[in-house]
């Protein structure tokens, strides 16, 4: 691994960084895998549709349910309902313990995608797996349980298809989907070819200059 990437996990890595960019703390018994350059992005596209009282599902919260805890912390106002989705029960038991140190109203259930889910949400969004096996910048794989937090199979797409074809249950009629994606790794071609197989419309496309991640809002239109 260069020098650049180390840099790079080591600054995504830091409860000290974590905090200064999303105003969420970690403590120091969660051991950090917290953000990516897709984080940045979802939560720009989040800015831009939060409205009070709005419904909200993460699914892959991770162990910290960053982004949770910072819309608990940003508008406390908003009365929104915060739920996160995780498949690893040692991830679901880190991030509430990350939501409580920062009293943020998040409830966490173990989920494998929506096999547990209820109820319908106005906003459901992801930063999936997207990695695919065998790619040169893959983690090394059986490093269980961080394996769940980066394999997306052969091509990186295996989550997003399957998440893509559930989603829509659990989305009320005038909801949106913030799908976030790493062309590094997934070329756009894929994902919008799966997005359209899937029923779904792109409303919108966000992106940062520099950064190779994009959020795609999405609307479902029906199969």
């Keep these: 691994m260069n020098l650049s990437l180390r840099l790079n996990r080591y600054f995504r890595r830091s409860c000290l960084l974590c905090r200064i960019r999303f105003g969420v703390r970690i403590p120091s018994r969660v051991i950090p895998s917290l953000w990516d350059q897709t984080t940045p992005i979802l939560r720009d596209a ?77 906003i459901i969004f992801i930063n999936p797996p997207y990695v695919p096996k065998g790619h040169p910048a893959a983690p090394k794989e059986g490093t269980a349980p961080l394996d769940t937090t980066w394999d997306g199979g052969p091509q990186g797409t295996d989550i997003i298809e399957a998440f893509l074809g ?23 071609e894929d994902t919008e070819n799966l997005i359209a197989a899937n029923g779904y419309t792109v409303l919108q496309t966000v992106e940062k200059p520099g950064n190779e991640s994009a959020v795609y809002v999405l609307e479902f239109a029906g199969r």
Excluded at 60 to 77: E, F, I, R, V
């Design 46 to 122: 989040l800015t831009a549709h939060i409205r009070p009282k709005l419904k909200v599902l993460e699914m892959g919260t991770g162990q910290s349910a960053l982004l949770l805890c910072w819309l608990a912390g940003t508008y406390p106002q908003h009365g929104l309902t915060l739920v996160g989705a995780e498949i690893n029960p040692h991830f679901a038991k880190n991030a509430r313990i990350v939501a409580a140190s920062n009293r943020a109203q998040v409830e966490i259930i173990e989920s494998d995608l929506c096999n547990q889910i209820d109820g319908q949400f106005n």
């Design 166 to 188: 559930a989603a829509h249950e659990f989305l009320t009629s005038d909801g949106v989907i913030l799908l976030g994606v790493n062309r590094f790794y997934v070329p756009t």
